[in-house]
């Protein structure tokens, strides 16, 4: 079925361990970006990618690490998670051009003990 | 300053009016502005987009936009309680890199 699909949808890890998110588009949008869902700021940009192997970092990109060695998967990974990343993550790509939409995934529910 | 702003609300309106939901944004180069929709629980949907000065209309939603003031904002008419969510601001500068704002929740009351 095509999308944008991201696993896990919920994770409960602990302090000091990589977790990775993983993030699958099939529409072969060149845009994908991560963002993270915490109450009261809204969705905040914390990597996002032009193409295959151009990534760039967004307003909140300390702690985390992406690669994109393909179109369509654009994994997130916590290299030694922390509480402060504890928070709903989304996956999106888009299409290009000025009115190109955001494709949202279902969201990764991160907790971090 | 937060590149987008918006009041987090909550906004009540009652069911039939329209609610007036409000966004500014601080970079002049910014190029396209949306509206994005989230229910509790769920991922944000788009509502609608606008990139020219003025008024688009879809439907019961109308985006305007005035790019001099640097301000944005969704009129929902005839508000129905299935228009309660978060809606969301958003802006794409230079480029492709789309920021949002807090959003600002609505309830519409039946």
């Known amino acids: 079925d095509a999308g944008i699909t991201q696993s896990p949808r919920y994770k409960i890890t602990e302090t000091g361990r990589q977790v990775t998110l993983m993030c699958h588009q099939t529409?072969?949008?060149?845009?994908m970006f991560w963002y993270r869902q915490d109450l009261g700021h809204g969705l905040r940009l914390i990597y996002y990618?032009?193409?295959?192997?151009?990534?760039d970092k967004g307003e909140v990109p300390d702690g985390y690490v992406v690669s994109r060695s393909k179109t369509e998967n654009f994994p997130l990974t916590l290299e030694s998670a922390t509480r402060s990343q504890t928070s709903v993550y989304f996956c999106?790509?888009?299409?290009?051009?000025?009115?190109?939409?955001?494709?949202f995934g279902e969201g990764s529910r991160l907790t971090v003990l | 300053q937060k590149e987008v702003e918006q009041n987090s609300g909550p906004l009540s309106v009652p069911e039939g009016a329209i609610a007036s939901l409000n966004c500014t944004y601080s970079?002049?180069?910014?190029?396209?502005f949306f509206w994005y929709r989230q229910y509790s629980g769920k991922s944000p949907e788009l509502i609608m987009f606008?990139?020219?000065?003025g008024d688009k209309e879809d439907g019961r939603f109308t985006a305007q936009l005035n790019k001099a003031s640097q301000y944005v904002s969704l009129l929902i008419r005839d508000s129905q309680p299935s228009d309660s969510a978060t809606y969301l601001c958003?802006?794409?500068?230079?480029?492709?890199?789309?920021?949002f704002g807090a959003g600002t929740r609505l309830f519409v009351k039946a």
């Open positions: 999106a790509s888009s299409p290009e051009g000025p009115s190109g939409e955001l494709f």
């Open positions: 529409w072969s949008h060149s845009y």
């Open positions: 990618s032009a193409a295959a192997d151009i990534t």
């Open positions: 970079d002049r180069g910014s190029q396209s």
């Open positions: 606008i990139y020219s000065n």
């Open positions: 958003a802006v794409k500068a230079g480029g492709f890199k789309t920021i």
